[in-house]
T-cell receptor
Framework: NAGVTQTPKFQVLKTGQSMTLQCAQDMNHNSMYWYRQDPGMGLRLIYYSASEGTTDKGEVPNGYNVSRLNKREFSLRLESAAPSQTSVYFC?????????FGPGTRLTVT | AQSVTQPDIHITVSEGASLELRCNYSYGATPYLFWYVQSPGQGLQLLLKYFSGDTLVQGIKGFEAEFKRSQSSFNLRKPSVHWSDAAEYFCAVGDSGGYQKVTFGTGTKLQVIP
């Protein structure tokens, strides 16, 4: 039981490049989330998925898209990366009222 | 709108001393409250949570927190801090809505000195 896994762990992009952050959970949870963490700002919700086939915007969705491929996987895509998207990205899944977090992806956009 | 305030950005305590990290929340109804810990380069680990019932909740690693509705607070405490407790601590408030919106505080970084 690996919990929530994220790939890659680290990534450096140039401005304008695209990439997809991958997230998978093996706990059979319906709800999944993408957050970004910036110094002094805590975690902010980018997108969430209440169940397979549904996605909705969170607080800071601009510049991102998501795909809930199946119950296990929830990916986050940056179509044209900007320096403002330099951050640590966390995926989480939820069971009952508790969220379980992945180890994070540290993304730098130059 | 729900919100969380952690007034202390950085706290330094001596090993063996007691610890209290402050958290104030704003939420219209009875909140779901959480404390998470994040070690450097790691994800978030849940320390404890409060949903209802006894207002003093026990968590992992010897931590406890007390929910005080009158003060809108959920402070985290530990009687004796260990060097391994050095980390960043986040308070969070969640609702019971469809997707459980969770709002995080800005975190308190704990330094433990010998």
């Amino acid at each position: 039981n690996a919990g929530v896994t994220q790939t890659p762990k680290f990534q450096v992009l140039k401005t304008g490049q695209s990439m997809t952050l991958q997230c998978a959970q093996d706990m059979n949870h319906n709800s999944m989330y993408w957050y970004r963490q910036d110094p002094g700002m805590g975690l902010r919700l980018i997108y969430y998925s209440a169940s397979e086939g549904t996605t909705d915007k969170g607080e800071v969705p601009n510049g991102y898209n998501v795909s809930r491929l199946n119950k296990r996987e929830f990916s986050l895509r940056l179509e044209s990366a900007a320096p403002s998207q330099t951050s640590v990205y966390f995926c989480a899944s939820r069971h009952a009222n508790e969220q379980y977090f992945g180890p994070g992806t540290r993304l730098t956009v130059t | 709108a729900q919100s969380v305030t952690q007034p202390d950005i950085h706290i330094t305590v001596s090993e063996g001393a007691s610890l209290e990290l402050r958290c104030n929340y704003s939420y219209g109804a009875t909140p779901y409250l959480f404390w998470y810990v994040q070690s450097p380069g790691q994800g978030l680990q849940l320390l404890l949570k409060y949903f209802s019932g006894d207002t003093l909740v026990q968590g992992i690693k010897g931590f406890e927190a007390e929910f005080k509705r009158s003060q809108s607070s959920f402070n985290l405490r530990k009687p004796s801090v260990h060097w391994s407790d050095a980390a960043e601590y986040f308070c969070a408030v969640g609702d019971s809505g469809g997707y459980q919106k969770v709002t995080f505080g800005t975190g308190t970084k704990l330094q433990v000195i010998p």
